[in-house]
């Protein structure tokens, strides 16, 4: 159980475009969930947290207009990268949680954002 | 402030021998605690957490941790290591409000023939 799903795994565009990148959770409600960027071997840096039907909370430094989040239903959020450059190019990973503090995070297997 | 620690940024251990991975946390209350572990490329997959109760907890794929309050620490362990264990894996803290989690640095694993 407390499966998560990610898509595209992979993405190669232009520069200037909008790409968007969609979490779901499968078997379970996610009241909550999370986007992070993570660079070539460091850890995760937490973009921001999306709960359902509500705004999105960036964390300091993250560009609200630049990282568009959508979190709409129960079981999907969406990440639109608006007007890509080849700075934004990264692996951007989604998280989902059942919302109650102590509840782990489960995890998609990533995107891969290539912007040329 | 609220950090998690990974003082090993790599581990080279032979196939078969034992593993210890340490994190060491910093936070007010007490912790919910999690590890993961990620193959390259890929996401975050849960091996354990410890909300409660007994510190010693058993995840998946053999692993295990245990809580120690007095030194602030969660360290993870498995007897015998495989090679399909090489990995990255994160440890990380949750918050007692909200979800949000602090993750470490995360530690590097080798395994050798």
């Known amino acids: 159980g407390a499966v998560v799903s990610q898509h595209p795994s992979w993405v190669i565009c232009k520069s200037g475009t909008s790409v968007k990148i969609e979490c779901r959770s499968l078997d379970f409600q996610a009241t909550t969930m999370f986007w992070y960027r993570q660079f070539p071997k460091q850890s995760l840096m937490l973009m921001a947290t999306?709960?359902?039907?509500?705004?999105?909370?960036?964390e300091q430094g993250v560009e609200k207009d630049k990282f568009l989040i959508n979190h709409a239903s129960l079981t999907l959020s969406t990440l639109t990268v608006t007007s890509a450059h080849p700075e934004d190019s990264s692996f951007y990973i989604c998280s989902a949680s059942q919302g109650s503090p102590g509840q782990p995070q489960h995890f998609g297997d990533g995107t891969r954002l290539s912007i040329l | 402030a609220q950090s998690v620690t990974q003082p090993d940024i790599h581990i080279t251990v032979s196939e078969g021998a034992s593993l210890e991975l340490r994190c060491n946390y910093s936070y007010g209350a007490t912790p919910y605690l999690f590890w993961y572990v990620q193959s390259p490329g890929q996401g975050l997959q849960l091996l354990l957490k410890?909300?409660?109760?007994?510190?010693l907890v058993q995840g998946i794929k053999g692993f295990e941790a245990e809580f120690k309050r007095s030194q602030s620490s969660f360290n993870l362990r498995k007897p015998s290591v495989h090679w399909s264990d090489a990995a990255e894996y994160f440890c990380?803290?949750?918050?007692?409000?909200?979800?949000?989690?602090?993750f470490g640095t995360g530690t590097s694993l080798t395994v050798i023939p």
């Open positions: 999306s709960n359902e039907g509500s705004k999105a909370t960036y």
């Open positions: 410890y909300f409660s109760g007994d510190t």
């Open positions: 990380a803290v949750g918050r007692n409000t909200g979800n949000q989690f602090y």
